[in-house]
């Protein structure tokens, strides 16, 4: 996910003198207002995506195409409509507001009452549904700002500000990113989600796991997977070499460490973690026999407590990540740490 210095406000409005002046004001409320002139290009934009948005404007009076005419009854109805399933599909509501030169008589009967979630306080002192662009803007954008600084990501963001800031510059992908906000935003608002559904996450752990790995590749810390070797991963960071057993029963090194460079508690973390993911991620690789995830979740009650603590245990394994990489930029001295002994068996082309 890009880091943006102003929230990002998806604008649907196709007057030009509109959105020449609109912008300029908005950012006095560090808002960025990003106008396109149709719902479909709108609607594109959204789930190209998704969690960058903060806010939706819609101009009552817009097109639904490009080529379609303005109609405050068809736009609203497909653009409403649309909100409510890419909300759905997407795990959380974007809040949208209708921004309309119109009278009350042209869209009120329009708008749905899904705004009342968020905007209930602004029908009730205002005795209205919509946002008049003749005296509301101001407070519309002081509402907006509001509503972004309040709203599960983006508190979550701020609250954990030096994990995402270390996401960024590890070069640790989108999808880790967006896995590890899934993770921490139902720990501090768990009304959004079952305790059931919520263990149904630890493949978000194993995500994040799986895209530091990556990323720790492309540094040299760790060999270039093909499909990353959790087991393999933590050895190596660890200090242990990468083994496989032969026909015999014995050991046989495939990848030989040469330094462990893992502070002995994320050792310990690691391995946990390594050990459990197969087992509760339904994965298929081999995890240990004696880890079953029904059965400890039954007799914990199908407590969150051991994902949730993961999810700590990774964001701190992150921050580690980065103050590593402070002194150990070059990719020649980290991938001296380790080599590959057996290239068939670490599926790794030389």
């Not at 939706?56 to 409510?84: M, T």
């Not at 690789?285 to 949730?308: A, F, P, R």
């Amino acid at each position: 996910m890009q880091a943006y210095d102003l929230t990002q406000v998806l604008w649907v409005e196709d007057d030009p003198k509109v959105t020449e002046t609109y912008p300029l004001k908005a950012e006095d409320f560090d808002l960025e207002l990003v106008p396109f002139p149709c719902w479909d290009d709108a609607k594109a934009a959204l789930e190209g995506d998704y969690d960058r948005w903060s806010a939706i404007i819609l101009d009552a009076k817009c097109k639904h195409h490009r080529d379609s005419k303005d109609s405050a009854v068809v736009f609203l109805r497909e653009a409403l409509k649309d909100i409510s399933v890419l909300g759905e599909k997407n795990g959380h509501i974007i809040p949208w507001y209708v921004l309309t030169g119109g009278d009350e008589s042209e869209v009120s009967d329009s708008i749905n009452d899904e705004r009342m979630l968020w905007d209930k306080d602004w029908t009730d002192s205002e005795n209205k549904k919509y946002y008049s662009k003749n005296i509301d803007n101001e407070n519309l954008f002081r509402r907006i700002r509001y509503h972004a600084y309040e709203s599960p990501r983006i508190q979550i963001q701020k609250m954990y500000r030096r994990v995402f800031e270390a996401i960024e510059e590890c070069g640790i992908k989108d999808e880790g990113y967006n896995a590890l906000e899934d993770l921490l935003v139902p720990i501090h608002f768990p009304k959004y989600i079952k305790d059931k559904d919520y263990n149904g996450k630890f493949l978000e752990a194993r995500k994040v796991l799986e895209n530091i790995y990556r990323s720790m590749a492309t540094y040299g810390i760790l060999p270039n997977w093909g499909k990353v070797n959790f087991q393999w991963s933590s050895c190596l960071l660890s200090g242990m070499h990468a083994t496989r057993k032969d026909e015999n029963g014995n050991e046989v090194i495939v990848i030989e460490c040469k330094k462990r460079i893992l502070p002995v508690v994320l050792i310990e973390t690691l391995r946990g973690m390594t050990r459990i993911f197969p087992a509760f991620c339904h994965s298929e690789n081999e995890g240990e026999k004696d880890v079953k995830s029904d059965e400890y979740l039954k007799c914990v009650d199908d407590s969150t407590l051991l994902l949730k603590s993961f999810a700590f245990q990774i964001s701190d394994f992150i921050l580690w990540y980065r103050n590593y990489l402070k002194d150990n930029r070059s990719v020649a001295e980290n991938a001296a740490n380790w080599e590959i002994i057996d290239y068939k068996a670490a599926k790794i082309k030389k």
